[in-house]
C-alpha cells in the first residue's frame, strides 16, 4: 500500500488545482470560526447585554469544553470543498487516462480503488486535525481552562468530514466527468437532501434525518440553544445516528469498489 501511496502522491504534487483548494480550505476553516468567534465577542462584550448572553445563551461557545462542538459544527458548512478535492483527483484520472496506465502496469482494480479510498481518510484526517487546532486556539483566546470533555466531537466530525469525502468518490466514479460529478454532488449534498429530508421529518417523526448526510450532519448540533431546544423535544439517540453513518460509510465504500471493478477501463 505504501508503495501505491507514493504513486498517488507523485500524481498529486504537481497538481496546482489540488493544491489550491487544499489550502483554501484549511485556511478556511480557520477564517470561518474566526468570524464567528469575533461575532460572539462582540455579543458578550457588548455593554448593552449586561450578562444577558450568558444567561439566555449560556457560556461562551468558544470556551472550553463546548468549543470542540462549536469549532465542529461550523467547520462542517465547508465539508463541500474536501468533497471537491476528492472528486477533482479522481475525475482528473478518467480525464487523462491514468487509471488505465495504472491497470497496464500491473496495480489491480481493487488496488486503485483502495488508494481514493485511503486518499478519502487522509483527506477527513487532516480536516479533523485543522478543527482540532482551530478549537485549541480559540479555546484559549477565551481565557478559559483546557477541557477535554466534548472533545469526542472531533471523532463525529471525521466521520461527517469522511461522509462527505466517499458521497464525492462515489459520484466520481458513476459520472467520470469532474463537471457532471461536481454539478451532482453540490446539488445533491447543498440542496436535494435537505428538500427531501425537511418535510419527511416533517411528516414522518423526524425519518429524514436517517438520510446519508442527514444522519452525519445530526451528530453534530449547534451547542447554541441546545439546552433550550432538549427542554421542547428530546435529544436525538447519537448513538444511533453514529451506526447510521458508519453503514452508510460501508454501502460507499462497497458501491464504489463494485462499480469501479465492472466499469469498461
Same mark, same amino acid.
Given at each position: +500500500?505504501?508503495?501505491?501511496?507514493?504513486? #498517488?502522491?507523485?500524481?498529486?504534487?504537481?497538481?496546482?488545482?489540488?493544491?489550491?483548494?487544499?489550502?483554501?480550505?484549511?485556511?478556511?476553516?480557520? !477564517?470561518?470560526?474566526?468570524?464567528?468567534?469575533?461575532?460572539?465577542?462582540?455579543?458578550?462584550?457588548?455593554?448593552?447585554?449586561? !450578562?444577558?448572553?450568558?444567561?439566555?445563551? &449560556?457560556?461562551?461557545?468558544?470556551?472550553?469544553? *463546548?468549543?470542540?462542538? +462549536?469549532?465542529?459544527?461550523?467547520?462542517?458548512?465547508? %465539508?463541500?470543498?474536501? &468533497?471537491?478535492?476528492?472528486?477533482?483527483?479522481? *475525475?482528473?484520472?478518467?480525464?487523462?487516462?491514468?487509471?488505465?496506465?495504472?491497470?497496464?502496469?500491473?496495480?489491480?482494480?481493487?488496488?486503485?480503488?483502495?488508494?481514493?479510498?485511503?486518499?478519502?481518510?487522509?483527506?477527513?484526517?487532516?480536516? +479533523? %486535525?485543522?478543527?482540532?487546532?482551530?478549537?485549541?486556539?480559540?479555546?484559549?483566546?477565551?481565557?478559559?481552562?483546557?477541557?477535554?470533555?466534548?472533545?469526542?466531537?472531533?471523532?463525529?466530525?471525521?466521520?461527517?468530514?469522511?461522509?462527505?469525502? +466517499?458521497?464525492?468518490?462515489?459520484?466520481?466514479?458513476?459520472?467520470?466527468?469532474?463537471?457532471?460529478?461536481?454539478?451532482?454532488?453540490?446539488?445533491?449534498?447543498?440542496?436535494? #437532501?435537505?428538500?427531501?429530508?425537511? =418535510?419527511?421529518?416533517?411528516?414522518?417523526?423526524?425519518?429524514?434525518?436517517?438520510?446519508?448526510? #442527514?444522519?452525519?450532519?445530526?451528530?453534530? =448540533?449547534?451547542?447554541?440553544?441546545?439546552?433550550?431546544?432538549?427542554?421542547?423535544?428530546?435529544? =436525538?439517540?447519537?448513538?444511533?445516528?453514529?451506526?447510521?453513518?458508519?453503514?452508510?460509510?460501508?454501502?460507499?465504500?462497497?458501491?464504489?469498489?463494485?462499480?469501479?471493478?465492472?466499469?469498461?477501463?
Amino acid at each position: +500500500m505504501l508503495h501505491l501511496l507514493k504513486i #498517488e502522491w507523485l500524481k498529486l504534487k504537481n497538481y496546482r488545482t489540488f493544491w489550491i483548494l487544499s489550502a483554501l480550505y484549511l485556511i478556511s476553516i480557520f !477564517g470561518i470560526n474566526y468570524i464567528v468567534y469575533r461575532i460572539q465577542e462582540n455579543i458578550y462584550n457588548a455593554k448593552q447585554a449586561k !450578562g444577558m448572553a450568558e444567561l439566555v445563551i &449560556g457560556s461562551r461557545p468558544y470556551s472550553f469544553p *463546548t468549543v470542540w462542538q +462549536m469549532t465542529s459544527y461550523v467547520s462542517s458548512y465547508l %465539508l463541500f470543498l474536501p &468533497g471537491l478535492l476528492l472528486i477533482i483527483s479522481i *475525475t482528473n484520472e478518467y480525464s487523462y487516462k491514468t487509471h488505465r496506465q495504472n491497470i497496464i502496469d500491473g496495480w489491480s482494480r481493487k488496488d486503485f480503488i483502495s488508494v481514493k479510498l485511503v486518499l478519502a481518510v487522509i483527506v477527513a484526517f487532516i480536516s +479533523m %486535525l485543522m478543527v482540532f487546532i482551530t478549537a485549541l486556539s480559540f479555546g484559549y483566546s477565551s481565557a478559559s481552562s483546557f477541557d477535554t470533555e466534548n472533545i469526542f466531537y472531533l471523532g463525529y466530525f471525521f466521520i461527517q468530514t469522511l461522509s462527505y469525502c +466517499m458521497v464525492a468518490l462515489l459520484f466520481s466514479i458513476l459520472f467520470k466527468r469532474g463537471a457532471l460529478a461536481i454539478g451532482v454532488f453540490f446539488l445533491y449534498s447543498l440542496v436535494l #437532501e435537505n428538500l427531501i429530508a425537511k =418535510p419527511i421529518s416533517h411528516y414522518f417523526n423526524d425519518a429524514g434525518r436517517f438520510f446519508p448526510l #442527514e444522519s452525519t450532519d445530526t451528530l453534530i =448540533p449547534l451547542p447554541v440553544f441546545e439546552s433550550m431546544q432538549r427542554q421542547i423535544s428530546a435529544a =436525538p439517540n447519537y448513538t444511533v445516528f453514529l451506526i447510521v453513518a458508519i453503514i452508510y460509510l460501508v454501502l460507499y465504500t462497497f458501491l464504489s469498489i463494485k462499480k469501479f471493478e465492472s466499469d469498461d477501463l
